[in-house]
């Protein structure tokens, strides 16, 4: 056998090596934030109900909504986000995280796990006529108040 | 109360009397940026606004919680107890001929606060004042400034802003232009090196074997330029190492 076919072989070799390691290698993002964060619960998702419906998986961060939301997206880069007044909202091609502040006042942050349909249902107010059709009311300012009362 | 339909009546003249996209926001959005901010300013104490200077010849977009689109923050009433946050920057839009090309910078203002949020945890959510040169211009700017009340209460200075789950959607509304693949997004240079190696492999193989001469790509043959085998029956010269000797007498004869 030539030099060269020994050349070739080898590239050809390791080409099909990193394939099968990139392919084998890549966990699913549920998985991941499943084995990185406390699970806390699950609950039905928003939306019609569907034999193909995933269940809201619901986990709690220790860190803040954008550290978590970071560390997220550095591990599993998302189609598209948004960062909103109340939370950060990561897309993906078939579920949507959402990073929103925990309830009762603790710290760190709360994830939400969404289907497509789930998180865009849920998160309307915030996501609505960026990632899909929005047909909700187009507002008036109304004044930001004073902050009374609270 | 009184107060409220005011400022709401301010708006609608002002997104009346505003031309066709005189700002990279239109009004409409520049509204619902408005009152997400003073949605949050209630639930923080915390006053936010925006003003971004162009130069392309549009009024500049400006903003705030306080008193709306198109307006500057005006601290009404000591509204602001936890302190003010303003974006600010300017767009540059280089002319066709020149060599300089567009730009764009911004920073966050803020007093009233220990540890006011800056424009690197601003591209710590992936907005960069660069996208501001681009074509989703205005969805880059409205993005950054309602990401302010995040960052604020991220660092300390004030609660986090309620989340609130939408409990009734329009039923035509649904999510558009699925995003393709994750494991492409994530892997796709690494997918495309392997494929190219493997695809390069064959390539390399024939474009060597192209520039050998054909005489030369056949089978060699059996070398035939041995040195060749004595057949002689003479037996072999001696090959004694030891002391020669040579006769120098007569050759007897009979």
Known sequence: MSRHAVIALVMAGVGALGLIFTLSSHSSLRDDIAKDYRPIGKEKAPGNAGPDRKDTLIYASPKSITQTAKDISDKHKPADRRTTEAGAFLRYSDDVVSVVPPTGGTRGSRILVDDEEGGYHRNYFFVGGFWGTYSGPAGSFRGGGSGAGK | ??????????????????????????PEDATDLAQSLADAQEDQDVCYGWEVSNNFGAGPDIGSSIAGPGAAMLDVGGSCKRGKVVLTGSIDYACDSCEASDSASVSIEASGMANPPTVADLEGVGLKAGDLTGDNDDTTLFNMVNALPLLVADRGNAPYVEYERATTVPAADRATNKPGSDLLRDSWIWLLLCAMLIAAAPLFFFYKRSQIPPHKRTKKPDRTDAPPTSTSSEPPPPTSTGPTTTSTGPTPTT
């Open chain 2, 1 to 26: 109360m009184i107060r409220a339909l005011l400022l709401g009546l301010a708006t609608l003249t002002l997104i009346a009397a505003a031309p066709a996209h005189a700002q990279i926001m239109s």
